[in-house]
């Protein structure tokens, strides 16, 4: 029989293999590593739990909304950012999540501060809100393919080829005829309305939060540690990575607190950086392929 | 309400001497190495935890701890160097970073399983002393903080300046790849200029043990601080590190009586966003550092 237990965490990987996907687009392709994923995540579990819960818009206006509100904010943030090159480029995003979890502290007449938005339980279509977690695990599972499918349509052509071009050499690819920002805006723009509608989900499944729970720095190491695990800069790396971690992450956090699960997180992913840079998926592929 | 600006300006100025003194730790690794440390924090969280249960067991003084600690986390910044750093010198950027952060994030959870999430003070005689000079209050602790930490920050500068392996040092930081052509044994030097920096930052700990909680994520506050001085400073500059610390601290003070506690970090970070888009080398740096000399 499968329960609720064992579905949730199929649920969870399925939504982690999406937002990582959507960050490996940023950092696997364009070179772009952000550390502030958290940010748009954050955004779009807050602008749609906001807009549902005070105004009693639709959380289906409400998801449009918030990946409205991300995208329009990752263009404002990232473009200043693209004028910085590569741990540059990391630091000034590492800022963002934590003006937000400070922002959404203590603009306490519309997030509840630290107290947190809790949804009320209201199943149905219209709400987005399910009773059964086969419903969430189709959700997540669509998601997942979504962001797999853009990956793909994006490593494949042009923009890919063209992020590719700037991330391994930017004047000469501005030399070829690609416009650097142009490219890297249209990925970021990409890559932060997908994690958005991963935030969105997140809310509509949980159906609580604050500021910590989607703002944390931790979001942003899930997210890219995934990608990392399963290889950096391939359609498949992230989902093998979520495979692989994230139920390994819901047994641990079964028996173990915050401070050894995050120890075993980080020692996995400093081991993986160290003996496996290209992940799970590159490593095989150079062993099949011996030079 | 004009009157309090001098005091609030001192204060900045205290604050913001041990600010530089995280910061320059940081600089310097980057500066020889060209890797951002993300861990720094972590190493300043363990000098402040060494230095606690130094007070806490032993009782002994938090800045005499520094003699002990600054020493202890040079060997492990050396070893740290070997294991970890060494293996990511020329890796892609993704992966210096993801090593430095999940060293971080290792270092971090080791104190929070270990120690706990308590936060943690330590209650010395000097406290809550406080000099009162020409009108203004001066608090011990943060003056203890501000004096060491321009003595540190002059031995250190002394040291790159009058030594062989300073010399070397500032060397590999113009041009890592023209040192090692002229005789500069540049991986001994990329494990001193770790260590050191790592020391820095256990100074620094021990210095603010008195003034400050204890807790396993105080380098993530921290660092955050060091990172926007050593942007607006200029990546790699010493002397840059130190006078970004003292306009950070300023516009930390000013923004905190002037507009909220709680919004004086965003006020922080906002400036290095600005900062990032009027001068991205930063006011000492030059321009193009974070590509220089590596390829």
Redesign the interface.
């Known amino acids: 029989m499968i329960n609720d237990y064992y579905l949730n965490i199929v649920v969870m990987t399925f939504l982690w293999a999406a937002l990582s996907g959507a960050w490996n687009l940023m950092?696997g392709y364009g070179?772009l590593?952000s550390?502030g994923h958290s940010a748009f995540f954050g955004i779009g579990a807050y602008a749609t739990a906001v807009l549902y819960t005070k105004y009693g818009l639709s959380p289906w206006l409400g998801m449009l909304a918030g990946v409205g509100i991300a995208t329009v904010i990752a263009v404002a943030?990232s473009w200043?950012?693209f004028?910085?090159?590569?741990?540059?480029f990391?630091?000034?995003t590492?800022?963002f999540p934590?003006?937000m979890e400070?922002?959404a502290?203590?603009w306490t007449d519309v997030t509840r501060g630290s107290s947190g938005i809790a949804l009320p339980f209201k199943p149905g279509f219209e709400n987005f809100i399910f009773s059964s977690r086969w419903a969430y695990l189709a959700a997540a599972f669509i998601l997942m393919m979504i962001v797999y499918g853009i990956t793909r349509w994006i490593h494949r052509g042009r923009l890919g080829l063209s992020l590719i071009a700037v991330r391994d050499d930017q004047a000469a690819a501005e030399s070829m005829g690609v416009s650097p920002v142009k490219v890297k805006l249209q990925v970021t723009m990409i890559s932060a309305a997908l994690t958005a509608m991963g935030g969105f989900l997140y809310a509509q499944y949980i159906l609580f939060l604050d500021p910590p729970s989607v703002f944390s720095?931790n979001v942003s190491?899930q997210i890219?540690?995934l990608s990392?695990i399963g290889g950096?800069g391939l359609p498949l790396g992230p989902i093998v990575g979520s495979l692989l971690m994230t139920p390994l992450d819901g047994v641990l956090s079964q028996f173990l607190g915050?401070?050894?699960?995050?120890?075993i997180?980080?020692?996995v992913?400093?081991v993986v950086?160290?003996i496996a840079?290209k992940g799970v998926l590159g490593t095989i592929a150079q062993w099949r392929r011996p030079r | 309400m004009l009157d309090i600006l001098p005091q609030l300006i001192v204060s900045g100025i205290l604050i913001g001497g041990v600010y530089g003194l995280m910061s320059i730790g940081l600089t310097l690794i980057f500066g020889v190495l060209r890797v951002v440390n993300f861990a720094q924090g972590e190493f300043i969280m363990l000098a402040m935890f060494g230095s606690f249960w130094m007070h806490y067991l032993w009782g002994i003084d938090p800045y005499l701890s520094a003699l002990v600690l600054a020493p202890a986390i040079f060997v492990l910044g050396l070893l740290t160097e070997r294991i970890v750093i060494q293996r990511i010198l020329h890796a892609p950027h993704a992966m210096q970073i993801f090593a430095t952060f999940g060293l971080s994030v290792v270092l971090q959870n080791l104190a929070l399983t270990v120690f706990g999430p308590d936060y943690r003070s330590v209650s010395t005689p000097y406290t809550s002393l406080s000099y009162t000079v020409g009108g203004l209050s001066i608090s011990a602790t943060a003056l203890f903080a501000f004096l060491a930490a321009l003595a540190m920050a002059a031995l250190l500068i002394g040291f790159l300046n009058y030594t062989r392996d300073g010399r070397a040092l500032r060397a590999m930081v113009q041009n890592r790849y023209a040192a090692s052509l002229m005789g500069v044994n540049t991986s001994r030097l990329n494990r001193i200029a770790f260590g050191v920096g790592v020391a820095c930052a256990a100074v620094a700990g021990c210095l603010l043990t008195p003034m400050y909680y204890t807790f396993p994520t105080v380098g993530v506050d921290l660092i955050i601080i060091a990172f926007v001085v050593v942007v607006l400073g200029g990546m790699g500059s010493v002397a840059g590190a130190v006078i970004g610390g003292f306009i950070i601290g300023i516009t930390q003070t000013l923004t905190g009586f002037f507009v909220s506690v709680e919004l004086k970090d965003v006020i922080a970070l906002l400036l290095f966003i600005l900062i990032l888009l009027v001068r991205p080398q930063g006011l000492f740096g030059r321009a193009g550092a974070e590509e220089m000399g590596t390829k």
Do not use: D, Q
């Open positions: 950092a070179g590593v550390l943030i200043p950012c004028r910085l090159r590569g741990a540059f990391s630091l000034a590492l800022v934590i003006a400070i922002i502290n203590n720095i190491i890219a540690l990392i950096l915050g401070g050894p699960r995050l120890l997180y980080g020692t992913l400093l950086v160290l840079p």
